[in-house]
């Protein structure tokens, strides 16, 4: 029995079993050659930086599969960070975040890009923080897509975990510290930043 998860522009997420999968939609307003063309390339370049995240950091390994627009994992049966991360004491928010950290730290180090790295997108299981969905991820060694990265992630504290945001991005930069080049990525940060304000 399927049972649908999440259903976006790009995909229909379901559960199937002890699986989940990713199929990619058709998208009727492209030329059909182009369209199967581009799904199946971001299909197999999401899978790809799946199979690498999963062999430095906590997430879902995929396992193969012969169509081309799916992507098939196990379920991480856990408890999603953006709706429980508040109803934790602060001492287990901080050494979660320090983890949060510690694992961005591990991908940049790696060149890997999340491209959504939110709390929506981590999973709490056993005591370890599994990443998820990195349908917007790709590799650079540009410390600017690494300060977006970033940036988006303390964006996503104050948004959805404004009462301690602050406190929990320190937390998230202890950790983050592991990357040789952190100093460099947050320094550019602050640009990003800047930049930002000025196009309000």
Not at 38 to 55: M, N, V
Not at 109 to 120: C, Y
Not at 121 to 150: H, P, R, T, Y
Request: net charge positive.
């Amino acid at each position: 029995m399927k049972k649908i998860l999440q259903q976006g522009a790009e995909a229909i997420i379901y559960l199937d079993g002890k699986n989940v999968i990713k199929d990619r939609i058709k998208k009727s307003y492209r030329n059909a050659i182009l369209d199967e063309r581009i799904r199946k390339q971001r299909t197999r370049s999401e899978s790809k930086l799946l199979e690498k995240a999963s062999k430095i950091i906590d997430s879902a390994v995929p396992s193969q599969s012969k169509e081309k627009f799916l992507i098939q994992m196990p379920f991480i049966d856990g408890e999603k960070m953006s709706e429980h991360l508040d109803n934790f004491s602060l001492n287990k928010q901080k050494s979660l975040c320090v983890k949060i950290g510690e694992s961005v730290a591990k991908l940049h180090a790696q060149n890997i890009i999340h491209g959504d790295l939110t709390t929506s997108n981590m999973i709490l299981k056993d005591n370890k923080v599994f990443f998820i969905d990195f349908g917007l991820g790709f590799i650079s060694n540009k410390m600017e897509d690494k300060a977006v990265d970033i940036h988006l992630f303390k964006e996503a504290l104050e948004a959805k975990h404004f009462k301690n945001w602050e406190t929990l991005f320190n937390e998230f930069l202890k950790g983050y510290q592991k990357y040789s080049e952190h100093k460099k990525i947050l320094e550019q940060m602050k640009k990003v930043e800047l930049r930002g304000r000025y196009r309000h």
